[in-house]
């Protein structure tokens, strides 16, 4: 499945107030998921097998890291099947470049998605992803989206990274 992501990631001081701010827009709460991502060796772009309570996934996506909001195009493969499975079959084929061990809050508003990210080794983090599957939104109005809850989440210049959790703990 192809998505476009309009996305930031930026280090987040207040988890608690990013909760409240999202919670009194009426974000829907999917949970609080335990994820193990592990990114692999690949000649582009960025592999992950994501291992959670919530999301199991195996993620290809290719973007250039810059300070601020960036776009994603993103393959997603849901497996069916126990996900031990396919990560017995990566570690056999593929080198690993890094582990990222990380709680995620999860929460929705309409398609844009949030994440508070408590990351092992990094500290705090939040994430707004501003989702089109299929193509049924424009790249222009998943910017607009990302920029109104850049605004609302009053996520300052200075909080944007431009790096993965992977590049961050490879530094």
Do not use: W
């Amino acid at each position: 499945m192809d998505v476009l992501n309009i996305e930031i990631k930026a280090h987040c001081d207040n988890p608690d107030r990013i909760r409240e701010i999202l919670l009194a827009h009426h974000a829907d709460f999917k949970g609080e998921d335990h994820q193990i991502d592990t990114y692999f060796v690949v000649p582009e772009g960025r592999l992950k097998l994501r291992e959670g309570n919530i999301e199991n996934t195996l993620i290809y996506y290719d973007r250039v890291e810059v300070k601020g909001i960036k776009k994603s195009i993103v393959e997603l493969f849901h497996p069916q099947q126990d996900v031990a499975s396919l990560k017995k079959i990566l570690l056999k084929t593929m080198p690993v470049k890094v582990v990222v061990d990380k709680r995620r809050a999860i929460y929705f508003i309409d398609n844009v998605k949030f994440h508070i990210d408590q990351v092992k080794g990094l500290g705090s983090f939040m994430e707004i992803e501003a989702i089109s599957e299929g193509g049924q939104f424009t790249e222009e109005y998943l910017n607009r989206q990302c920029q109104h809850y850049i605004q609302l989440l009053e996520v300052g210049k200075d909080d944007f990274i431009d790096q993965s959790y992977s590049d961050l703990l490879l530094t």
